[in-house]
């Protein structure tokens, strides 16, 4: 079975290889769905009350908030990021995963919001195989009655 190398709800449970400039960035990012009702996560936060129960009426056990955008943190040109968002969405759509599109807002208002997919239900391991495919560092995970966590992936 696939798992993150580590799992973050704060700056502290960092392993000492990992940056921790940008593991703070990721961590002060706002993750936002505008849709179904819209809705904003930040790691180590729990859900709002609402939010949470929303979900359970959908159905939903737990969430993974996943992007293409600049793999590894490394940006890269405004049509290179939507066009490996595409691929993505492709991937998502094919699976028939229940995905909603989402913005990850960081601190570094020079850091445009990526493009990102918020998806119900999908499996970790599938999470970790997506993240891994589009060379991402980590991705945002929840499960019911859990705070929102950072799954570290390299």
């Known amino acids: ?15 000492p290889s990992f940056d ?3 593991l703070g960035a990721y961590l002060r990012t706002i993750y936002r769905v505008s849709e179904p009702p819209g809705f904003s996560f930040q790691i180590g936060v729990e859900m709002t009350v609402f939010a949470e129960n ?3 009426c959908a159905g939903c056990r737990y969430w993974a908030f ?3 955008w600049n793999p590894f943190s490394q940006p890269l040109p ?3 990021n939507r066009e490996r968002n595409r691929q993505l969405a492709g991937d998502l759509a094919q699976a028939g995963w229940r995905s909603y599109p989402g913005l990850g807002i960081g ?7 990526e493009e990102s ?6 499996p970790p391991e599938q999470a970790i195989r997506l993240g891994k ?5 980590a991705l945002v995970w929840w499960e019911v009655g859990k705070p929102v966590v950072l799954w570290l992936l390299v």
Request: glycine share 0%.
């Open 117 to 122: 997919f918020w998806v119900l239900n999908m």
């Open 54 to 56: 929303w979900l359970r």
């Open 78 to 80: 405004l049509a290179e």
């Open 1 to 15: 079975m696939l798992k993150p190398v580590a799992v973050i709800t704060c700056l502290e449970d960092s392993p």
């Open 133 to 137: 495919k589009f060379d991402q560092n």
């Open 66 to 68: 996943v992007t293409a």
């Open 20 to 22: 921790r400039l940008l």
């Open 107 to 113: 601190p570094d208002k020079n850091w445009l919001p």
